[in-house]
């Protein structure tokens, strides 16, 4: 598990390096943007096992969520870009299932005593933090319009009051991004995409996973 974590934010800073030499060359244009949307309802998995087996394994749905990116590309040819960007949100639980049931108690989850301690998660009380390295294709749509498929992959740590609810894990996240340029270096953004964590967990509690939670974001940014 700490490994996978170390060879990403190893990944990540690699990408940063070469984007800071790179940016050196002044006939190349980088951009960076910030946006902000939201994170749409999905679901994540919870288990106490690797495997996930059913009856050790609960459903987070979680719901509408405030979310901030904040993104800089760096332009390596015509039609491709790498990249980094950091997602601030806080993450919305609106009810946690097992076996089709809620477990929740008020906005309160118990997932039981151990360690010498009951382990409560405050279903109010979760912010997300990720920082991640891109590669994006770029489609020129016409003169002014821009369509960029993107992969993100990095590192995602929730933060929380109560331990169950502080996470970490590996981000692959994927999304389509919609540029249109109102002036030469100047564009509006509208971001969709999912955010993806095939591995990792809490500490000494169990293992989360998600294929995909959808999100949107409308934003501005700057090309240099």
Not at 119 to 138: A, F, P, Q, T, Y
Not at 154 to 165: D, E, K, V, W
Not at 174 to 187: S, V
Request: charged share 20%.
């Amino acid at each position: 598990m700490k490994k996978i974590q170390k060879c990403s934010l190893i990944l990540i800073l690699s990408i940063f390096v070469f984007i800071f030499v790179g940016a050196q060359d002044s006939g190349t244009k980088n951009e960076i943007s910030v946006s902000g949307g939201a994170i749409l309802p999905g679901n994540v998995k919870a288990s106490y096992e690797s495997y996930y087996p059913d009856d050790e394994t609960v459903d987070i749905k979680n719901a509408v969520s405030p979310l901030i990116k904040i993104v800089f590309d760096y332009r390596l040819k015509e039609h491709l870009s790498i990249g980094g960007n950091l997602n601030i949100a806080k993450f919305n639980i609106k009810d946690i299932l097992f076996e089709g049931s809620s477990i929740a108690d008020g906005n309160e989850v118990n997932l039981g005593y151990w360690d010498g301690r009951e382990h409560v998660i405050n279903l109010d009380d979760i912010k997300m933090m990720e920082i991640n390295g891109s590669i994006k294709g770029i489609l020129l749509l016409s003169e002014n319009m821009v369509l960029k498929p993107c992969l993100y992959l990095g590192y995602r740590r929730t933060f929380s009051s109560s331990q169950g609810g502080r996470e970490q894990g590996v981000v692959i996240n994927y999304n389509a991004e919609f540029q249109y340029y109102f002036k030469p270096d100047y564009f509006l953004l509208a971001d969709m995409g999912f955010i993806a964590q095939p591995y990792d967990g809490v500490h000494d509690v169990g293992y989360v996973r998600t294929l995909g939670v959808p999100y949107i974001t409308l934003g501005v940014g700057i090309a240099r």
